[in-house]
């Protein structure tokens, strides 16, 4: 059984840090292409950044040079490093998993391609 958990959001003030990570179980990180999606309350779901199997990334452009994608294929874990956080990024944080044919930007960070999902984790930002 495939699972994806999620970790590492919480509370901080803008312009803070936070590191999120997800830990795969019953699937072979090398062998999908990864990616982080965020939905903030009343809005749709937004990719943020996805990782190809050869290492390639894609990110959104809100995240754009302050979020950085990467994996630790021997850990079976995915992390997004999130700096100079906006009071914007609150959102529930979800990791996926997909066999992605299609790596271009709108197939790789919109998320229908995707097959498994993390339960989410909650980031908050404010002062």
């Known amino acids: 059984q495939v699972q994806l958990v999620a970790s590492g959001g919480g509370s901080v003030q803008p312009g803070g840090s936070l590191r999120l990570s997800c830990v795969g179980c019953?699937?072979?990180?090398?062998?999908?292409?990864m990616g982080w999606f965020r939905q903030a309350p009343g809005k749709e779901r937004e990719g943020v950044a996805a990782?190809?199997?050869?290492?390639?990334?894609r990110y959104g452009d809100a995240v754009k040079g302050r979020f950085t994608i990467s994996n630790d294929n021997a850990k079976n874990t995915l992390y997004l490093q999130m700096n100079g956080l906006k009071p914007e990024d609150t959102a529930v944080y979800y990791c996926?998993?997909?066999?992605?044919?299609?790596?271009?930007?709108?197939?790789?960070?919109?998320?229908?391609?995707?097959?498994?999902w993390g339960q989410g984790t909650q980031v908050t930002v404010s002062s």
């Open positions: 996926a998993a997909g066999f992605l044919q299609d790596w271009s930007q709108p197939s790789a960070l919109g998320g229908e391609a995707y097959e498994y």
């Open positions: 019953g699937l072979t990180y090398s062998y999908y292409c």
């Open positions: 990782i190809a199997r050869d290492g390639t990334t």
